[in-house]
């Protein structure tokens, strides 16, 4: 199997979460299987994740964590992204990094049109997005139409060239049972021996 850059993103504000213990089972079971592995976690990254008054319009520099994220982005073959859903959705500031960063010229050529969408330029990456939440499998499906898959894969990655991105769901995670985080860990372990 070929070496891959992966680039993982814990996508959870705090410092210490279930996300980030996922992150590091991903990154063990990458480095353990000769992949190059760059790690950002979201609590780190000192930026504003608000565009503010007129978004791309007047837009406000980059901050340097978010030039640095980008060129991690750009960097990578494969990224991979754990975060846990909260009301339906990705965290306020994970939301915001990729609102700030994903900018025209960067992430997207808006000149440029094809099939109605502006041109993408992140091509040439996978992604696997890790969701964590308490919402049973069936409730995602049939309630909630799987939202936050679509709005990742579609309005997200594949908007800006990332694809495919596929999706592994880890229920009830907020009081899982005695065990399960162990395997949760070694099912993400295997997933980054893999690059998957």
């Known amino acids: 199997m070929e070496a891959k850059r992966i680039l993982i993103i814990n996508g959870h504000p705090g410092k210490e979460s279930l996300s980030r213990v996922l992150a590091e089972a991903y990154e063990e079971g990458a480095i353990n299987s000769d992949h190059r ?32 994220f980008l060129r991690d982005i750009e960097w990578a073959d494969h990224i991979m992204m754990t ?35 502006p041109k993408p330029l992140l091509t040439g990456k996978s992604a696997r997005v ?33 694809t495919p991105t596929r999706f592994t769901h880890l229920r009830m995670a907020s009081h899982p049972k005695p065990g399960r985080v162990a395997k949760w860990q070694e099912q993400v372990r295997r997933l980054g021996s893999v690059a998957a």
Request: hydrophobic share 45%; aromatic share 14%; charged share 25%.
């Open 37 to 68: 592995v760059r790690r950002v976690h979201l609590h780190d990254l000192d930026f504003d994740p608000d565009h503010e008054n007129d978004g791309y319009r007047n837009r406000k520099p980059l901050e340097p964590a978010l030039e640095g």
């Open 130 to 162: 890790i969701v964590t939440s308490d919402t049973p499998s069936w409730a995602m499906r049939w309630l909630y139409r799987n939202a936050i898959f679509h709005v990742i894969r579609k309005q997200l990655f594949r908007f800006v060239g990332i």
């Open 83 to 117: 975060t846990p859903m909260w009301w339906g959705g990705m965290p306020a500031k994970l939301k915001g990094l990729f609102d700030r960063a994903f900018v025209p010229g960067r992430a997207f050529d808006p000149l440029v049109i094809e099939w109605g969408a």
